[in-house]
């Protein structure tokens, strides 16, 4: 069985020997467990704060253990009743060719029937739980607002945004390519898309939104929030999702300070894990299944093929090299 280790803790960007491939053989099956074959994983951001060795909400990864992230995997063998083989799952397993599981917090993906099973790792999975429960708790969207999304041609910031023009906002995304702003505009219909690396990125955004700013979905922080924070309306709400600009950075660098702003806004600013709303999951997942049945959501997916090459994968999300959901595929 191929399984990715941690090797070393990466400092700065992650680089490829932070991480080995070893081959390791597989235990034999124990009552109560299932054999799952992994034919997708998932790569997180949110997997570089687990490299560091602190713990935050979540366990770090140990050195020399396996990774683990999102997996769609199949059941190819089952000591557990809940499980039969062929049964296609979800669940937080090994960077592996196989991975066994006692079935705890295993999803078996069976309302995938016209939906792509991939969707699990994405707009119907994690992200879209993120992107959906985060806008609707913290961002409490009102038709006519307006909504601007950094790291909106992400996973989870492709999703906010076209949940927003559901709910009849002004949608603005950022992103850092025009390849990917036009992706916004014109499949994922935002009204407007800006690319930060651009000089007159603050111009832009002035431009895109002459009303100002009623909601700003936070993936990135850094100079990108700064510009954005400078441009909010009195009673803005400002969900944090994720801080992506600075998970590789050494030292915290020093913005402006945004207190003065919130508190002559009376703006909110939150942050969120998207399991503080694990109560609203099933509701909020059948929601985002049928609002891609209905193709009212849409969706981009860039897979890498090869387990080999999910480091790869995970090093260019730090670089941009995914638009909508970064996946491997397995087999
Ligand atoms: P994405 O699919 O958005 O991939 C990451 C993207 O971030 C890249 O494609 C890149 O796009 C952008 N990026 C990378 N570095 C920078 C930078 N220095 N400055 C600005 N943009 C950068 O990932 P996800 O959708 O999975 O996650 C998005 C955010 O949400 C992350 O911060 C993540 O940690 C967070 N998150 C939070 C959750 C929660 O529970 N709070 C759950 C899931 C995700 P570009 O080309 O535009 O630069």
Redesign the pocket.
């Known amino acids: 069985n191929r399984v990715y280790l941690l090797a070393r803790r990466p400092k700065g960007m992650p680089l490829q020997e932070d991480f080995l491939l070893e081959t390791r053989e597989l235990r034999s099956i124990e009552d109560g467990e299932i054999l799952i074959k992994t034919h997708y994983l998932s790569v997180?951001?949110?997997m570089r704060g687990r490299m560091n060795g602190v713990k935050t909400y979540v366990d770090p990864f140990e050195l020399n253990e396996p990774l683990t992230g999102g997996v769609i995997g199949e059941v190819i063998e089952s000591k557990n009743e809940r499980f039969l083989i062929g049964d296609m799952i979800e669940g937080r397993l090994d960077w592996a060719d196989y991975s066994l599981s006692s079935g705890k917090g295993i999803r078996k993906l069976e309302n995938y029937r016209e939906v792509s099973l991939t969707t699990a790792l994405g707009i119907t999975g994690?992200?879209g739980l993120?992107a959906y429960c985060?806008l609707m708790n913290i961002g409490k969207p009102q038709e006519g607002e307006t909504i601007v999304i950094?790291?909106?041609?992400?996973?989870?910031?492709s999703i906010v945004g076209q949940i927003a023009k559901l709910k009849g906002l002004k949608v603005v995304g950022i992103?850092?390519?025009d390849e990917?702003c036009r992706w916004l505009k014109e499949e994922l219909g935002f009204d407007a898309a800006l690319n930060?690396k651009e000089e007159s990125f603050y111009q832009n955004l002035k431009i895109a939104c002459p009303n100002g700013v009623d909601i700003y979905f936070d993936?990135?922080g850094?100079e990108?929030s700064d510009a954005v924070m400078r441009r909010i309306n009195y009673k803005a709400r400002i969900p944090l999702?994720?801080?992506?600009?600075m998970y590789n950075a050494e030292s915290t660098p020093i913005g402006p300070r945004v207190g003065g702003q919130l508190v002559t806004k009376s703006a909110l600013m939150q942050g969120?894990?998207?399991?503080d709303y694990s109560s609203q999951f099933r509701e909020a997942s059948a929601q985002l299944i049928s609002w891609v049945k209905e193709g009212k959501l849409t969706y981009k997916e860039t897979v890498i093929e090869g387990l080999e090459n999910a480091p790869k994968a995970f090093i260019g999300?730090?670089?941009?090299?995914?638009i909508?959901?970064?996946l491997v595929k397995v087999i």
């Open positions: 997180d951001p949110y994690m992200p993120t985060g950094s790291g909106a041609a992400g996973a989870v910031g992103a850092g390519s990917k930060y993936n990135v850094g990108v999702c994720g801080q992506i600009s969120f894990i998207v399991s999300l730090f670089k941009g090299e995914n909508g959901k970064q």
